[in-house]
Every structure is written in C-alpha cells, then in structure tokens.
C-alpha cells in the first residue's frame, strides 16, 4: 500500500522561496519514480520536476528549469521540492505523485499514486 504524504506549502511573495516534502510510505525507493505536478483550477495537471529514486535522474519542465530543485532523502523515503524565485504563475496545487514504471516522467499518465496536493500561492 503506497501513500504520499505533502507538507510544505503556503503563501509567499514574488522571488521568495518555497520547499515541498513529500514522504513515501510504502514506495520501494531504489525502484520507483517519483514526481511533481501542479495544477490550477480549470487546467490541465502540469509535470512540474521528477525524479528516478534508484539512479537519481532528474527532470523539469523548462518553465521551471534553474529555479526548482528535486532531490531525494534515500534513507527518510521523502522527496523534495525546493522552489526559488516564485513567480506568480506557479501558483497552483502541488502533487507529489509515485509509480514503478514510468517511460515520461512529466507525464500525469505514467503515474498511479498520487498525494493529496498543497496549495502554493506567489502574490505579486
């Protein structure tokens, strides 16, 4: 039984700093892929950064690259999502999201297990 629990969200201003968690219960890390996706009401949900447990590849959508950092705590099973110089437009609900088998990472379908989401807002 996979669950993924978030923490981390909130409210910041333009430029500041955000960190998401997202801890793994029952993920086998060493064989699974975990990622972000975000979503804002009426959207379609965006692949945002992920992240192969076993090798450590990483991925990011180019709206993001330079500015968010996913990284793994191996032995915690948690990721994280650390966010620098928000924009408004990356407000939205954050996902944390979790399979074994994943061919494209930034994909929503490639996925099977999902966490609960947590609101980030950048005011301007």
């Known amino acids: 039984q996979v669950r993924l629990v978030e923490s981390g969200g909130g409210s910041v201003e333009a430029g500041g700093s955000l960190r998401l968690s997202c801890k793994g219960l029952?993920?086998?890390?060493?064989?699974?892929?975990m990622g972000w996706f975000r979503q804002v009401a009426g959207a379609e949900r965006e692949g945002v950064a992920a992240i192969y447990t076993g090798g450590g590849a990483t991925y990011y959508a180019d709206s993001v690259k330079g500015r968010f950092t996913i990284s793994q705590d191996y032995v915690n099973k948690t990721v994280y999502l650390q966010m620098d110089n928000l924009r408004p437009e990356d407000s939205a609900v954050y996902y944390c999201a979790s399979s074994s088998e994943v061919w494209w990472p930034l994909q929503q379908r490639e996925y099977n297990y999902w966490g609960q989401g947590t609101q980030v807002t950048v005011s301007s």
């Open positions: 029952g993920v086998v890390f060493g064989s699974y892929c």
